[in-house]
């Protein structure tokens, strides 16, 4: 009785282990959860009464697809002129960018349809892109993202409807697309016309030098379209995304959204923009960096003295997540029973992989729990590693 599509589909195993993470005495490195207290709720506050003295009941009515004017206008003034992207006309404001993604699965994919993506990849995109039964084709990536040989190799087979990429402190792995790597894809994407996705939540949080420029705004809009969140830089539960890109594709996704909601909520985006109008948001990001910089950097020396040497693991110059490689006979799944048992939890790597390969991978998020929480977190996972022969 129920479409075919949704035979294929499967509770993700992050959404599982986030019940049991929500007990108090579990310390979880498992969501891609900011750090509350780093929450702007007094700004929050303050504007929530600002919007209601300026607009009134606007804030509580049906409002206009595309998104609130001013947000949309402080939006373009953030993007590059580079891109071509300068006019409101550009940007749909979004319910997250969880919504952009499945805007843009409705707009691209059939069944069967092609489609390139990073291995590993965002769970929450390839669950999109699985509803709408695309032909997933994962490429190589490693430490400097995609690997531009395997596109080539993959290329040479296929025509994807679209590539999927995150260059930029990506979920899983916290890998970025080196600038090398960038210049290249794009050189790449132009010669065969193809078309990019481009989901950037994590751009803003860079911990060292400056912000990589989007491929958005190296390549311009012909070939790509930029996601970003305002989730991971103020706070998720605003549901209040956006996704740039050509106007033709923007009016496309302006009526599938019309069948999805109408509209994000307008008391959200009139607060994102009171916020942005009336906070230091710069100042905010420069908290967040440098508050999450120290989680990394704890999380890493907390590794150093805990961990067997037997496994491997990244350092992200940014984002929230660090990767984690045990030895290839281990499945991670086993070690994160074992770790329930001490109370902690990290996400297993194997399902952000479109290949299944990755047995022996974890995703730790170090964004959400403090210094403290971080430090015996990684001691008691140490200690079940150890305990497992490890
Ligand atoms: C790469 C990526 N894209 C999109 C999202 C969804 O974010 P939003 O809260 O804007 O829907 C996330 C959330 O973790 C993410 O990691």
Redesign the pocket.
Known sequence: MYAERVGGLKSSAIREILKITSRPEVISFAG?LPAPELFPVKEMEAAFRTVFSKYGHLALQYSITEGFVPLREKIVKTLAAASGCTSIRNILITQ???QGLDLLSKLYINRGTVIFTENPS?L??LQSFCIFEADVIPIASDQDGLRIDALLDNLARHRPSFIYL?PSFQ?PTGASLSMERRRKLIEIVKEHDLLVIE?A?YGELVFEGERPPSLFELGGMRNFIHLS?F?KTIA?GLRV?YLAGDQEIIKKLTLIKQGTDLQTNTLGQFLVDEYLESSNHREHIRTLRRTYKHRRDCMLSSMDTHFPKSLRWNRPGGGMFLWVELPERCDAKEILQKCLESNVAFVPGQEFFPDGSGKNTMRLNFSNAGPEKIEEGIRRMGEELKQMGL
């Open positions: 891609g997250g960018s969880q965002y929450g995109a995150m979920n989901d939540p969140s989730s998720p995304a």
